[in-house]
């Protein structure tokens, strides 16, 4: 009865935030632009500003312990980009939702460009690296509510970094993209986790040190763009490898003692390697994205034996599969995904099999409305430690 009960309380907190988002997105819908709004323009010097706005309610049911729920602003990102030499642009993005201890704003994209190279484009300063096509795939243009395994900066996919990057493309109608780039890149020491994060959104602990690494992807029928759903019902396909490696600098070590040794649950990384292999089909309405990705961490004690490491060092195997289908009129999609993580200090894998359903109001990303109901089954990789999840969401980008 108290099981029944407990379900009956979540689908009613469920649908009731799911009203509201309704109403709230339905009074907006005409003033969408996902390009954002061009204030100023003056032959080549333009001002555009945008943003996106992502309303989340997230419910937790655990099989032991007690149900949580929470009501949030998971991303709240303006930004601004311009121009007033020809072939140069710059843009800065904030986020107000991920405002955690010292870090009351997070700094996302913040980067100088040079245009004026043949097929390609250079990026200074802060920016994604090309590993991960989950990553890659902006937040406001997924099908699932929260990233895979496979495109978690927690779990071995870099973050935004600061550095070179280079993009590019070849071959008639970008047959063929790449990506480079060459950055300083931090860890945040979590024996439970391999943890990238941003040197410009720095804590005290982090692990610093530098990164290299590329990407290149294959679209035979034509570029398809790093965003989920098929809204064109146009024939596209994808298949893409990347790799990256990362090594300590030894600037900041905070959790290894004199002797080379390190107690508790955080142990400094000394390095980190990894590969990934994914690809995704678009057609008919049918939208599909896997991945596959080892990252190779090592710490600097070899002694370690905790959370994801056995004697200092582990392989962390994610791979994540998701599929969808847009209804004619690209209104309303269904679908669903399975997840997988793997490491050698794991008794048991930890799987996460989603269902999602998804409402664009303006029959693109600009304006939706997102649910997403999640099964994890083994979290951390302890056997039977299972939990339900409910993800809602509401979007705005302009």
Same mark, same amino acid.
């Given at each position: 009865?108290?099981?029944?009960?407990?379900?009956?309380?979540?689908?009613?907190?469920?649908?009731?935030?799911?009203?509201?988002?309704?109403?709230?997105?339905?009074?907006?819908?005409?003033?969408?632009?996902?390009?954002?709004?061009?204030?100023?323009?003056?032959?080549?010097?333009?001002?555009?500003?945008?943003?996106?706005?992502?309303?989340?309610?997230?419910?937790?049911?655990?099989?032991?312990?007690?149900?949580?729920?929470?009501?949030?602003?998971?991303?709240?990102?303006?930004?601004? %980009?311009?121009?007033?030499?020809?072939?140069?642009?710059?843009?800065?993005?904030?986020?107000?939702?991920?405002?955690?201890?010292?870090?009351?704003?997070?700094?996302?994209?913040?980067?100088?460009?040079?245009?004026?190279?043949?097929?390609?484009?250079?990026?200074?300063?802060?920016?994604?690296?090309?590993?991960?096509?989950?990553?890659?795939?902006?937040?406001?243009?997924?099908?699932?509510?929260?990233?895979?395994?496979?495109?978690?900066?927690?779990?071995?996919?870099?973050?935004?970094?600061?550095?070179?990057?280079?993009?590019?493309?070849?071959?008639?109608?970008?047959?063929?993209?790449?990506?480079?780039?060459?950055?300083?890149?931090?860890?945040?020491?979590?024996?439970?986790?391999?943890?990238?994060?941003?040197?410009?959104?720095?804590?005290?602990?982090?692990?610093?040190?530098?990164?290299?690494?590329?990407?290149?992807?294959?679209?035979?029928?034509?570029?398809?763009?790093? %965003?989920?759903?098929?809204?064109?019902?146009?024939?596209?396909?994808?298949?893409?490898?990347?790799?990256?490696?990362?090594?300590?600098?030894?600037?900041?070590?905070?959790?290894?003692?004199?002797?080379?040794?390190?107690?508790?649950?955080?142990?400094?990384?000394?390095?980190?390697?990894?590969?990934?292999?994914?690809?995704?089909?678009?057609?008919?309405?049918?939208?599909?994205?896997?991945?596959?990705?080892?990252?190779?961490?090592?710490?600097?004690?070899?002694?370690?034996?905790?959370?994801?490491?056995?004697?200092?060092?582990?392989?962390?195997?994610?791979?994540?599969?998701?599929?969808?289908?847009?209804?004619?009129?690209?209104?309303?999609?269904?679908?669903?995904?399975?997840?997988?993580?793997?490491?050698?200090?794991?008794?048991?894998?930890?799987?996460?099999?989603?269902?999602?359903?998804?409402?664009?109001?303006?029959?693109?990303?600009?304006?939706?409305?997102?649910?997403?109901?999640?099964?994890?089954?083994?979290?951390?990789?302890?056997?039977?430690?299972?939990?339900?999840?409910?993800?809602?969401?509401?979007?705005?980008?302009?």
């Amino acid at each position: 009865m108290k099981k029944m009960y407990g379900k009956t309380k979540m689908l009613t907190k469920t649908l009731t935030f799911c009203c509201a988002s309704a109403l709230l997105l339905a009074g907006t819908a005409a003033t969408s632009d996902a390009a954002g709004i061009t204030v100023y323009k003056d032959g080549d010097k333009y001002v555009k500003m945008g943003g996106r706005i992502q309303l989340q309610y997230h419910y937790v049911n655990p099989d032991i312990g007690s149900s949580s729920d929470d009501l949030f602003f998971r991303r709240l990102r303006p930004y601004i %980009e311009g121009s007033i030499h020809k072939d140069w642009k710059g843009k800065f993005q904030m986020d107000f939702g991920k405002a955690e201890g010292e870090n009351e704003v997070a700094v996302k994209d913040a980067y100088m460009q040079y245009l004026g190279f043949s097929n390609m484009k250079l990026a200074i300063g802060n920016a994604n690296f090309p590993f991960s096509r989950e990553l890659l795939t902006s937040s406001k243009k997924q099908q699932l509510v929260e990233r895979t395994f496979v495109g978690d900066h927690n779990y071995g996919t870099p973050d935004r970094n600061a550095g070179v990057h280079l993009t590019g493309h070849a071959m008639e109608n970008k047959i063929l993209t790449w990506g480079v780039s060459a950055s300083a890149a931090e860890i945040d020491p979590d024996n439970k986790k391999l943890d990238f994060d941003t040197p410009v959104n720095r804590n005290d602990d982090f692990n610093q040190g530098w990164m290299i690494g590329g990407r290149i992807d294959y679209h035979p029928f034509g570029l398809l763009k790093f %965003e989920q759903g098929d809204f064109k019902r146009e024939t596209k396909a994808t298949l893409g490898i990347a790799a990256y490696t990362w090594s300590n600098d030894d600037d900041n070590n905070t959790y290894t003692d004199a002797s080379g040794l390190c107690t508790g649950s955080k142990c400094d990384v000394d390095k980190a390697t990894g590969f990934e292999i994914s690809g995704a089909f678009r057609g008919y309405g049918i939208s599909v994205d896997a991945q596959y990705n080892i990252i190779k961490p090592e710490l600097i004690d070899n002694t370690v034996s905790s959370g994801i490491y056995r004697n200092g060092e582990t392989d962390l195997k994610n791979w994540a599969i998701e599929g969808g289908y847009m209804f004619s009129g690209n209104t309303f999609e269904i679908g669903a995904g399975y997840q997988s993580q793997d490491t050698d200090g794991y008794s048991d894998k930890w799987t996460r099999t989603s269902f999602f359903g998804n409402w664009f109001i303006t029959k693109n990303h600009d304006i939706k409305t997102q649910l997403t109901y999640r099964i994890g089954k083994n979290l951390d990789g302890v056997k039977d430690n299972d939990v339900a999840e409910i993800f809602l969401q509401a979007q705005y980008v302009f």
